[in-house]
């Protein structure tokens, strides 16, 4: 028969864990804010690239394809 492992929170011990994170969640709200604008401007290099990396799928696909025709001959 296996193990019963019971888990125990004492009373607020969740609130007292809260309390104690949110300064540090706070203290990460503006660098996630000062990045924002970074992460919009990579957003038009990703669509800009996605056609690329679309064209490149029949050839991976392809070459997939012949090294399994290949290996089984």
Not at 23 to 36: G, K, M, Q, Y
Not at 46 to 64: F, G, H, I, K, Y
Request: glycine fraction near 2%; charged fraction near 15%.
């Amino acid at each position: 028969m296996g193990d019963i492992l019971i888990l125990w929170e004492p009373s607020g011990m969740r609130q007292d864990l809260n309390k104690l994170l949110s300064p540090a969640v706070n203290d990460i709200a503006p660098v996630t804010r000062a990045l924002s604008p970074a992460v919009n401007d990579i957003a038009p290099v990703t669509r800009a690239l996605s056609p690329a990396v679309n064209d490149l799928a029949p050839v991976t696909q392809s070459s997939v394809v012949e090294t399994l025709f290949f290996a089984n001959v």
